[in-house]
């Protein structure tokens, strides 16, 4: 058995009577949920993809927010003497 541990959730890989192996996801609480492997691809796709799109809005956020602080540093700068 092969484990990978994250902080809350502990991921391993759990051979099946038939061959298969199914990946295995547990939560702290003892909660599991066992995936295939196409099951597996498909949720870290998903994950993949929502991580994406927190980091860009956070990207876009930071980008935003030093433009305005360049747009509003030219007046201040301008009544510096």
Do not use: C, Y
């Amino acid at each position: 058995m092969t484990d990978a541990v994250n902080e809350h959730v502990f991921v391993s890989l759990i051979p099946d009577g038939e061959g298969e192996d199914r990946i295995s996801l547990e939560l702290e609480d003892g909660q599991m949920v066992l995936l295939t492997a196409s099951q597996a691809r498909a949720l870290a796709t998903s994950l993949i993809t929502a991580v994406n799109r927190v980091e860009v809005k956070a990207s876009l956020r930071v980008s935003t927010n030093l433009w305005r602080r360049a747009e509003d540093a030219g007046p201040r700068l301008s009544l510096a003497r």
